[in-house]
């Protein structure tokens, strides 16, 4: 084995540790009594299980002995017990066995449901940073099946490998004491050698099990961006190459699962060559015994059903130890997005943003997306409360950037962002996200009702508080002219509604919030001039008595601004009003100037 073999050895051991120390809690909660009860509970089942289960040969012995012997009524009759007795004994260790399940099942899907919300929550509190590098189709993979692992891995910790030792253990001392240490001696080394055997080659297999996963992850990811990006695909008449690129990603899965599935050929090939061996061993000495007289036929039978007995749970044990390491795996993929930091973060005991009116400040903002490239370069800019404040600028300037950075998608790198008096970094993230409306470029729906994406902007609103912020936004009489009304679903991502219809249901959401603070980040450079102007009523309506900074590409659009701020290059190079900014026949001027021509030309 290489050193960087052993090194990843290595580190999947301790990967694996992390992942049982991180599930033991949900075995053994100190605040809920009711679980901790419960796998008591299952325990004793398992325990009764695998008593009734062992002494069940001993049954089958007797009534093997009792019918071999010259018929005599009561032996007749005993066998006839006996053998009602057997049967008995093994509905009895079934029947233990289901309950123990029933009994815990409730731990597992407690444990599964508390764990896929601690992930998903989790998720929602990672930075924007790392939301704009994911890959939605990889990561839904890793918490599918990091989920899926929770039950199984909860279960199998309490129900195999301890089970399974004990019931070799209580085999294997009832071979040496009715029968010989030889027996023993043989089943132990059969043991050893299956245990060596299945833990080396299920070692090998994680292996090519984790590259399929991988290759599983990718093109899942790859199906799921081609979905996300159909229009794009149809543009471009890239179907063709999608769909090659999708093959190529699939053969790799191809490939590695077919691995995955020699591999296995050759794992149950090797176990059922050792145990056949074992079982014959035993036989043999089983047979002689009973040819010399000194077992019986009943014997005979007992030792065979013991070393069936044991064949199935080792069996059993190559499953359980692959799917545990499988699910070591999967699990440890799932905690590494857990234990990924949250670049943004409420400061301990942070108090609420207590907002006066709403007036903002940057103060000598800077800010870099990398330490190398500052995008902010000392930015002062006052908003009063109740203004409009308009910030422009070429592609690159920050404008965007200083919107992210008052909804706290990011920390400053220097200043400060006050709203209120109050530093933004000081309070907490749910207060200061509750003080601020969004209207983005492009609003992006859920795939529900025109009714819930309306409703999102404020939870337990009423039917007619929704309907009165689509008046506000100017798209209620659409929204009733629809055969389903506000029942009318939206597709994914809105898709089903044009444009201007998208952006009037953003308002509606964002005017239902009634947020001191609104955010109009180039709320109309994506629509077309005629629904430009229809949805400028909308947000002269959101606007009013609200602090806004509104982020504009069309100039047209702030002319009515409080102020206007132009950025280049990180920095104000002008500000003023819509006349003193044309007066001064400076950068904004130049912009006013081209955009005007353009609109004249086109």
Not at 135 to 150: C, Q, Y
Not at 209 to 219: G, I, K, L, Y
Request: hydrophobic share 45%; proline share 3%; net charge negative.
């Amino acid at each position: 084995m290489t050193a960087t073999e052993t090194a990843s050895t290595a580190e999947d051991r301790r990967s694996g540790l992390r992942t049982i120390r991180r599930v033991a809690p949900y075995l053994w909660p100190d605040d809920k009594p009711w679980v901790k009860r419960r796998v008591l509970w299952a325990m004793a089942m398992l325990v009764l299980a695998k008593l009734i289960a062992v002494g069940t040969p001993i049954l089958y012995k007797g009534a093997v002995d009792g019918l071999a012997k010259d018929a005599v009524p009561m032996l007749a009759l005993g066998a006839v017990g006996l053998t009602v007795a057997y049967g008995v004994a093994r509905l009895m260790t079934v029947g233990f066995q289901q309950l123990r399940d029933a009994v815990f099942a409730p731990v597992g899907q407690r444990a599964l449901r508390q764990l896929a919300l601690e992930t998903f929550a989790h998720i929602h509190r990672l930075s924007m940073r790392y939301h704009i590098g994911r890959k939605t189709g990889g990561l839904s993979r890793i918490i599918e099946r990091g989920v899926k692992g929770v039950d199984f891995l909860l279960r199998f910790m309490l129900f195999s490998i301890g089970p399974l030792i004990l019931e070799l253990a209580l085999v294997g001392i009832i071979l040496t004491v009715m029968f010989d240490i030889w027996y023993l001696v043989i089943v132990a080394i059969t043991i050893a050698l299956y245990v060596w055997f299945t833990f080396a080659v299920t070692e090998w297999r994680v292996k090519l099990r984790r590259e399929m996963n991988d290759q599983d992850t990718d093109a899942n990811q790859k199906a799921i961006d081609s979905l996300l990006n159909y229009e794009t695909v149809k543009y471009f008449g890239a179907e063709s190459r999608e769909a090659a690129r999708y093959d190529a990603a699939m053969k790799g899965y191809e490939t590695a699962a077919l691995k995955t599935s020699y591999s296995l050929a050759f794992l149950n090939f090797g176990q059922s060559f050792l145990i056949t061996c074992g079982l014959v061993g035993v036989m043999v000495l089983a047979a002689l015994g009973v040819q010399d007289g000194t077992l019986t036929v009943g014997d005979f039978v007992m030792v065979n059903a013991y070393m069936i007995q044991i064949t199935v749970p080792l069996n059993f044990l190559g499953t359980v130890y692959r799917e545990i390491r499988q699910a070591l795996v999967d699990m440890g993929e799932m905690f590494d997005l857990l234990e990924q930091p949250a670049e943004v973060t409420d400061r301990p005991g942070a108090p609420d943003l207590a907002v006066n009116g709403g007036t903002l400040i940057l103060d000598n903002l800077r800010f870099g997306y990398e330490p190398a490239r500052e995008i902010l370069k000392g930015v002062n800019l006052t908003v009063p409360a109740g203004k409009s404040v308009a910030i422009v600028g070429a592609t690159g300037s920050g404008k965007s950037t200083i919107g992210r950075l008052l909804f706290r998608f990011y920390d400053v790198t220097g200043g400060a962002l006050k709203i209120d008096g109050q530093d933004i970094r000081d309070v907490t993230q749910d207060s200061l996200h509750a003080a601020i409306g969004v209207v983005p470029q492009d609003t992006v729906l859920f795939n529900d009702t025109i009714l819930y994406n309306i409703a999102y902007g404020r939870d337990g609103a009423t039917q007619q508080q929704i309907e009165q912020a689509a008046r506000d936004a100017q798209i209620h009489d659409f929204i009733v002219s629809l055969p389903d009304g506000y029942d009318t679903t939206v597709g994914e991502r809105g898709l089903k509604l044009s444009g201007g219809e998208k952006q009037r249901v953003g308002i509606a959401r964002t005017l239902l919030k009634d947020p001191p603070i609104l955010l109009l980040d180039e709320a109309t450079s994506a629509l077309d001039s005629d629904t430009e102007r229809e949805i400028q009523g909308a947000l002269a309506r959101a606007s009013e008595g609200r602090t806004v900074i509104t982020i504009a590409h069309r100039l047209s659009t702030i002319a009515d601004a409080d102020q206007i701020v132009v950025l280049h290059e990180g920095e104000i190079v002008e500000r003023g009003t819509h006349d003193a900014l044309l007066a001064q026949n400076g950068r904004y001027a130049n912009l006013w100037n081209r955009q005007q021509a353009d609109q004249e030309a086109a």
